[in-house]
């Protein structure tokens, strides 16, 4: 991962893609200016999910692109990919890191100052602050940070952030401002008429 440059982060969710296949969408994300891709899935079987971890892997290495995989340190490790981002309730970070190795990204979601402080013991690569905003991918968590919510960890944290939650082309440079280095989006790219347009537009407000 970059350390100095914000990111942009896409999280992949196939219900959102309006019936067009998830593969496609990436790819075109990844023209657009995407960083990093976290392949999410929550409802396929385990052979689902590697199937299109592989894919999604043979996609991406060609242009350097890291691939992590959602919860699951299994399926990392069995296609190769880049890391894992795993969250509070997922297996703890010690033992991912035990099992993937000294040079995995390993990304953890936090959605408190408390649980920004405890990550202050782990060296994950980044915190996922989630969500910034209510939004319909997240409807277990109801309870927005907002933009006092990132500037509160930014101030006791030493991870780099990288935001998630109803981020969208028309608030991105707010949560930058707020102290975010970078983003994580899934509806805004995923559901996306253009998602090679909607990448571009949203590395190139990360950028301002």
Do not use: W
């Amino acid at each position: 991962m970059s350390q100095g440059a914000p990111e942009l982060h896409l999280v992949t969710d196939r219900p959102l893609a309006l019936g067009r296949d998830i593969l496609d969408i990436v790819g075109a994300a990844v023209s657009g200016g995407v960083d990093l891709v976290q392949l999410r899935e929550k409802d396929c079987s385990t052979r689902e999910f590697l199937e299109l971890g592989r894919a999604m892997v043979k996609l991406l290495q060609p242009n350097g692109v890291p691939l992590l995989i959602n919860d699951r340190v299994d399926i990392a490790l069995a296609i190769g990919a880049s890391g894992v981002h795993i969250g509070q309730s997922d297996m703890p970070y010690a033992d991912a890191r035990r099992l993937l190795g000294p040079t995995a990204i390993i990304g953890l979601s936090v959605e408190s100052t408390a649980q920004a402080l405890a990550a202050e013991a782990l060296d994950v690569d980044y915190l996922g602050l989630s969500p910034v905003f209510v939004t319909p991918t997240k409807r277990e968590l109801q309870n927005q940070l907002g933009l006092d919510g990132v500037s509160a960890i930014r101030r006791i944290s030493r991870h780099r952030l990288i935001a998630i939650g109803g981020i969208k082309q028309s608030n991105v440079r707010r949560v930058r401002a707020a102290g975010a280095d970078g983003v994580a989006v899934v509806s805004a790219i995923c559901s996306a008429a253009d998602p090679a347009a909607a990448s571009h537009e949203l590395a190139t407000q990360l950028q301002l």
